[in-house]
């Protein structure tokens, strides 16, 4: 179980250091912009294109650290109703629809990655950049959330093993 603990704190390091780069690259790039169009009348023309891909690489990199965290959005009106044995009942069948999900997308974003990498496609925009590095951020953000709710499934089986899952997270709740 330490294994899978520490493999889950590693991906969330990771993942939000790429999330961070990737926002950070965005403020750069966007005011790189700003001050190319104001002052020297000219732009990057690929300002657009990358900002989308920064900021989809930093939502889906987010993902696995905010549920590791405890700071996802969750809806409790039917669990909050429910005695502790039949919400960890509903709490291990949410997790493993998750976590279906999860691995039934990863898998689409794999074979889409592993295609647009053979058949070397590029954007269509003015610089050809290589479509299969966003799709493989993707992948690595999926694969990330996964492990996280593999091992919080792990952790509702076994709560003695500690894996855990909501290190941060705030009950908002009474």
Same mark, same amino acid.
């Given at each position: 179980? @330490? &294994? =899978?603990?520490? +493999? ?7 993942? *939000? /250091?790429?999330? !961070? ?20 009348d000219s732009s990057l023309l ?11 690489? @930093? &939502? =889906?990199?987010? +993902? ?7 700071? *996802? /959005?969750?809806? !409790? ?98």
């Open positions: 179980m @330490a &294994i =899978i603990q520490r +493999l889950v704190r590693h991906l969330c390091t990771i993942c *939000m /250091i790429g999330a !961070t780069t990737a926002i950070t690259t965005l403020v750069l790039l966007i005011l790189t912009e700003i001050l190319l169009r104001s002052v020297f690929v300002t657009e294109e990358f900002a989308g891909y920064l900021v989809s690489g @930093a &939502i =889906i990199l987010a +993902l696995a650290p905010t549920f590791h965290d405890g700071a *996802m /959005i969750r809806l !409790t009106l039917l669990s909050d109703c429910l005695s502790e044995n039949h919400r960890k009942v509903l709490e291990l069948c949410m997790t493993l629809i998750a976590l279906f999900v999860v691995l039934f997308w990863a898998r689409y974003i794999l074979r889409a990655a592993l295609k647009l990498f053979d058949r070397g496609v590029t954007s269509p925009g003015v610089f050809a950049f290589p479509l299969w590095i966003p799709e493989g951020v993707t992948l690595f953000g999926l694969v990330s959330l996964a492990v996280v709710i593999f091992a919080h499934g792990l952790n509702l089986i076994w709560p003695k093993a500690s894996v855990n899952t909501n290190e941060g997270a705030i009950d908002y709740g009474d």
